[in-house]
């Protein structure tokens, strides 16, 4: 799979800021390297590098005017294919926002940070359920950003929504840095039993040992969402650049590009590229 012959690759999960203290908070004294801001500019360097087609930018804040800033970012950079922004999915008046927002034909999903909410079953909400079906209507992707201890309420969630295309962020993120596999692979074959639920090889260094990871550090969590969700079902995400707090772009490339070595062709290209153009309806 070299450059020459290659499948198009895409990157499946990566974030623009401006950076500023209030809107970004939870960019903490442990992740002061990202204090600053990173731009289309910034990221076009390492997808150059590293033989990368295309990209998906995915929401960082949750305001609807950082969602039309990525919008604009896309419609200026041509290797930005799609957008999973936030919306409201509550308000009132979603129905609207969304068909604003999908005049530009960018949009391709919303994402809200599940993972934060203090009630770890907000997901079951009806108001939040109400969104998700809306989003449905729309043809829209939903990216779950959730912790292990979310995944059984995860279950739930996309079985109430079975025409739903769902995708997990960061393998929901396992304790990689703990070495615990469990039960955190039991509740992901659970949730990999639902078709419309899909998942991102993304965010693996950053819940590993930043100080001492080893590529081998990964195999087990990789190994099981390979044999829960199969290569179709699976799509590569780099999260820079909030990957740079452990690892360059292209260890992290590697992690998941060298590891699906063992993999067929067809199956390589999936995780590399195909997955995230099908699920994301993205356009060449």
Known sequence: MGQGNKA???????HFWKYNAVDYGWIDNTMSTLRRDFLPQDLQNEINKNAIDFIVAVQARQTLGETEWLLNLAEQNPFIKAVVGWVDLKANALEETLQDLCRNPKFKGVRHVLQDEPDPQYMLQDGFLNGIHKLEQFGLAYDILIFPRHIKYAVDFVSMCPNQMFVIDHLAKPFISKRQIDPWRSDMAQLAQAENVYCKISGLVTEGSWNNWKAQDFAPYM?????????????FGSDWPVCTLVATYEQVLHIVSDFIQSLSPAEQSAIMGLTASEFYKLKF
């Open 8 to 14: 198009v690759w895409v990157d499946a999960h990566q």
């Open 223 to 235: 190994e099981a969402v390979v044999e829960l969700f199969g290569p179709r079902r699976l799509m």
